[in-house]
């Protein structure tokens, strides 16, 4: 059972416009998220995270979007850069009961120069 | 400062053999999980010790324990293994304090079981 799923495996994007990265998760009782970045032969760095009191939050050129009601949330790279082609990871918790993070399978993004 | 690290990069071990896997936190963590990531899947949470406890436990055999040492760094082993016991294995630090803490990870052990 996937409790946390991103759709798209891969997504190409031209350098400089945007990318969205989505993710969708089923257990309501999730009220972390994160994002993180992996470049090949290295770990997940972390990227940004948002929990369930906000619907946004900011850093930089990434802002993570969280649509508690469906069960979604987004990243946003403006603008993409080539350095940005990784994969991405999103994660999701349960802030109490639980120190398990449940991550899913990934999205491998291009930014093309 | 000193990210994660872990020991060895790679191994290569054949089927019913034992591994360990080793892990030191970052600096000023205290808490370390352990992650199996198959290709292709996300991190799979195996679990995760605090104060030289196994806090949790994934959905993972008996054949992998794990241990915390008193300066924090961590052991995963793996015992009989199992030619799909062959992933990367990641250890992960973060520290307890609050709701919300982020794990840092560290590069992982590429393990090939043959």
């Known amino acids: 059972d996937q409790q946390v799923k991103q759709n798209s495996p891969s997504l190409s994007v031209q350098e400089g416009r945007i990318s969205i990265l989505n993710c969708d998760y089923t257990?309501?009782?999730?009220?972390?998220f994160l994002w993180y970045k992996k470049y090949p032969a290295e770990g997940p760095t972390f990227l940004i995270s948002?929990?369930?009191?906000?619907d946004k939050n900011e850093d930089g050129r990434f802002t993570v979007f969280l649509n508690k009601s469906a069960k979604h949330l987004s990243l946003h790279i403006v603008p993409s850069q080539p350095g940005d082609s990784a994969v991405y990871f999103c994660?999701?918790?349960?802030?109490?009961?639980?120190?398990?993070?449940?991550f899913g399978t990934g999205t491998r993004l291009k930014v093309l120069a | 400062d000193a990210g994660v690290t872990q020991s060895p990069t790679h191994l290569i071990k054949t089927r019913g053999q034992q591994v360990t896997l080793r892990c030191s936190p970052k600096?000023?963590?205290?808490?370390v999980s352990w992650y199996q990531q198959a290709l292709g899947q996300g991190p799979q949470f195996i679990f995760q010790?605090?104060?030289?406890?196994?806090?949790q436990r994934g959905n993972f055999p008996d054949r992998f324990s794990g241990h915390q040492f008193p300066n924090y760094s961590s052991e995963l082993n793996v015992n009989a293994l199992l030619l799909g016991d062959s992933a990367l294995y990641l250890c992960?630090?973060?520290?307890?304090?609050?709701?919300?803490?982020?794990?840092?990870f560290g590069p992982g052990t590429r393990l090939t079981v043959l």
């Open positions: 992960a630090s973060s520290f307890p304090q609050g709701r919300y803490n982020e794990q840092f």
């Open positions: 257990n309501s009782m999730f009220d972390y």
């Open positions: 948002i929990s369930s009191i906000k």
């Open positions: 994660a999701a918790k349960a802030t109490s009961g639980t120190y398990k993070y449940i």
């Open positions: 600096s000023g963590h205290d808490t």
């Open positions: 010790y605090y104060e030289e406890e196994e806090r």
